[in-house]
Every structure is written in C-alpha cells, then in structure tokens.
C-alpha cells in the first residue's frame, strides 16, 4: 500500500491481529479514531489480505493506514517465552516500530504476558525502575484515579510495589491535574498488621520515606469507588481481579438500570424527568469508555486493549494512546523520576526488612 505517513502526523503502530474477532475489531477502532483525531496515521500489522477486505467498509482508511504485511499472529496460548524469539508475529513488529522511531505508541488487543514480555525487551525499562507495570485511569465517585498493576506482574515484591506507587503518583499528577495525590495500597484491612508481607513491608518504606507524596496507608476493595485515594497500588494478580470485579459490578448496574426502566410502566413516564440522570450514571458505568491500560515503566509508549473490546471500545485504546503521546508521558515519567531517590527506597527494605 501506498505510504501515507509524513513528518507532520503523530504514528501509532497497532497489531490487527490481536484480540477476539481481529481484524474485524481493529479496523472498526480505527475508523472511528481517524475520524476523531485528523492528526493521526497508523502502520496496521497483520494479515494484509484480511486487513485489506475489512477495510473496504472504509475505504478512507486507505489514506491514513500503511499495512505491514505479518502472518504469524501471537495466540492467547502462546507463552512469552515463545514469542519473544518469533520475530515475524504482528505483535512484535508492532512494537519494534516504537521501538526503531516508525511509530510514537503501539495499541494491541492481545496476549497480554507476550505484550509485557516483547514491549519489556525491544523498549527496556526507564532507569531506576525494575518492573514495568500495566496502569489505567477508571471512574469514582467524585472524579478519576490512577490503578496499577493490573496484570503484568502477578507476584511483586516491596520494592516494586513502591515503585508503582512513584509512577502512580507521576501519573495522576500529570493526567489527572491532582497537585498533590493520595496514594494507597490495595489490602484486605486498614489495620498495619493486615496484609501480605510484601505489602505491609512496601507501606512501611513509603510511610517513612523522604518521597514528596502523599501516602495515606491502606485500603479496601470496596472503598475504591468512594475515592479514598487518587492512586491504587496493587501486584498484578490482586490489581486484575481488582480490575475484572469493577467491570463486572458495572455492567451488571447498567443491565439492572436498563431493566428496572423496560419492565415498569411507571418508570416509563417518569423516564423524561430522569433521562439525563440515568444517562449521565450509564456513560460513567461504561468499561467501553476507560479502555486502552498502558505499561508504565518503559523506555515506549505501549497500551493494551481489552481482548473482547469492540470497535468503539478500541477505538478508545487508540485515543488514549494519542493523547498520552500528545503530552509527552514517557518523557514526562523518565524526567520526574530523575528526582526521586528510588535507590533510598531499595536500601530502606533490604536494610529494615530483610
């Protein structure tokens, strides 16, 4: 296909075939997100043959897209062991597109331990920090917060959770405008003694470290969406069922909204005084609208789309790439934590704890 990218545009790289109905589903993000943000052009990975006839529906992706023509695709099975040495895969070539300068960000739907793993080794990690970590932005009650890990890391020690904890509270200064964000750790108590090890080890550090941020000690899983705090820490095992339980409460809230108003004469007619209200709590409830999870911790912008997104839902990674991008975020994280003493806080718990 033509080349259609010039200096001017920002580039995403995205792997089309990654997640459920690809490369249906990515093409579907991807004419929604050009129509959103003229700026953009997309070097699409994938099957081009498959590519090419999905995108016939949208014949003016033709002058926004360049298809780089992959076969291999990376399944859900594939360990990241595997596909770290299979170079041919879409994933991986979308990736090294950040990584050789082609492309800004990389937007993937799909295996997420192969995505951490090939983004780890092509993009490698910021100075001073040992994990990369998946982070989103979701809803509460009265505004947004910051969530990480949310799958990249299912066992954590101390010292990674502190780091999150540093880029959780970059983040949500940034993204969020918060001057001064709360940050916490994700537990099953309140109570200092409650909690794994790791944990009550990483709240310890950061209860007596000279870090600028405001650590607030622990909290509950159901004291999340009452905005306790503007950052939640947790490993990526407790971050993802943290994660999975919200979507899943929120869904049901809207189906449960959606019939109480089908199956009530009643709520029919008083449907014009509270359509607004209804609306207003069903957009805030829905998942579509906060996907697109980033790595935060890497030398490249890589963001991960949820596996059953659909076409809008992708279209919202793809968005949320480009703004990241747009505010310089990597560069952003890399420079802050130029000026935190993330050596003050490995010394801390291998000296107190260990």
Same mark, same amino acid.
């Given at each position: 296909?033509?080349?259609?990218?010039?200096?001017?545009?920002?580039?995403?790289?995205?792997?089309?075939?990654?997640?459920?109905?690809?490369?249906?589903?990515?093409?579907?993000?991807?004419?929604?997100?050009? +129509?959103?943000?003229?700026?953009?052009?997309?070097?699409?990975?994938?099957?081009?043959?498959?590519?090419?006839?999905?995108?016939?529906?949208? !014949?003016?992706?033709?002058?926004?897209?360049?298809?780089?023509?992959?076969?291999?695709?990376?399944?859900?099975?594939? +360990? =990241?062991?595997?596909?770290?040495?299979?170079?041919?895969?879409?994933?991986?070539?979308?990736?090294?597109?950040?990584?050789?300068?082609?492309?800004?960000?990389?937007?993937?739907?799909?295996?997420?331990?192969?995505?951490?793993?090939? !983004?780890?080794?092509?993009?490698?990690?910021?100075? +001073?920090? *040992?994990?990369?970590?998946?982070? !989103?932005?979701? =809803?509460?009650?009265?505004?947004?917060?910051?969530?990480?890990?949310?799958?990249?890391?299912?066992?954590?020690?101390?010292?990674?959770?502190?780091?999150?904890?540093?880029?959780?509270?970059?983040?949500?200064?940034?993204?969020?405008?918060?001057?001064?964000?709360?940050?916490?750790?994700?537990? /099953?108590?309140?109570?200092?003694?409650?909690?794994?090890?790791?944990?009550?080890?990483?709240?310890?550090?950061?209860?007596? !470290?000279?870090?600028?941020?405001?650590?607030?000690?622990?909290?509950? =899983?159901?004291?999340?969406?009452?905005?306790?705090?503007?950052?939640?820490?947790?490993?990526?095992?407790?971050?993802?069922?943290?994660?999975?339980?919200?979507?899943?409460?929120?869904?049901?809230?809207?189906?449960?909204?959606?019939?109480? /108003?089908? *199956?009530?004469?009643?709520?029919?007619?008083?449907?014009?005084?509270?359509?607004?209200?209804?609306? +207003?709590?069903?957009?805030?409830?829905? =998942?579509?609208?906060?996907?697109?999870?980033?790595?935060?911790?890497?030398?490249?912008?890589?963001?991960?789309? *949820?596996?059953?997104?659909?076409?809008?839902?992708?279209?919202?990674?793809?968005?949320?790439?480009?703004?990241?991008?747009?505010?310089?975020?990597?560069?952003?994280?890399?420079?802050?934590?130029?000026?935190?003493?993330?050596?003050?806080?490995?010394?801390?718990?291998?000296?107190?704890?260990?």
């Amino acid at each position: 296909m033509e080349q259609v990218l010039s200096d001017n545009n920002l580039v995403i790289s995205v792997d089309a075939m990654g997640g459920d109905n690809s490369p249906r589903i990515v093409i579907e993000g991807l004419a929604l997100s050009a +129509k959103k943000n003229p700026d953009i052009r997309f070097l699409v990975f994938g099957d081009e043959n498959k590519i090419k006839e999905e995108m016939k529906k949208f !014949s003016f992706l033709t002058k926004v897209c360049t298809i780089c023509n992959c076969i291999e695709v990376v399944r859900n099975e594939d +360990k =990241p062991s595997q596909v770290i040495r299979n170079k041919n895969t879409s994933m991986y070539q979308a990736i090294d597109a950040v990584r050789r300068g082609e492309a800004k960000a990389v937007v993937s739907a799909g295996n997420t331990g192969a995505l951490m793993a090939i !983004s780890k080794m092509l993009l490698k990690t910021i100075q +001073k920090i *040992h994990r990369p970590a998946i982070v !989103s932005i979701m =809803p509460h009650r009265y505004g947004k917060y910051v969530m990480l890990d949310l799958g990249a890391n299912t066992e954590c020690n101390a010292v990674n959770l502190a780091e999150f904890a540093v880029m959780g509270n970059i983040l949500a200064k940034n993204a969020l405008n918060i001057e001064k964000p709360k940050v916490a750790l994700l537990n /099953i108590g309140a109570e200092e003694m409650k909690g794994k090890e790791e944990i009550r080890h990483a709240a310890q550090m950061l209860k007596n !470290s000279s870090i600028n941020m405001e650590f607030v000690g622990f909290v509950e =899983p159901h004291e999340i969406a009452f905005g306790k705090a503007d950052v939640i820490v947790a490993d990526g095992f407790t971050g993802n069922v943290a994660l999975k339980s919200i979507e899943g409460t929120a869904k049901l809230m809207r189906s449960m909204i959606k019939d109480a /108003i089908k *199956h009530s004469v009643l709520s029919w007619f008083g449907l014009p005084f509270m359509f607004f209200a209804v609306k +207003k709590i069903s957009k805030t409830m829905n =998942p579509k609208l906060y996907n697109g999870a980033m790595f935060v911790g890497l030398n490249g912008l890589s963001v991960k789309s *949820h596996g059953g997104a659909d076409g809008f839902g992708f279209s919202v990674a793809l968005n949320n790439a480009a703004n990241l991008v747009r505010q310089d975020f990597v560069n952003t994280i890399r420079n802050e934590l130029e000026n935190v003493d993330l050596d003050e806080v490995s010394q801390d718990i291998f000296y107190e704890v260990y």
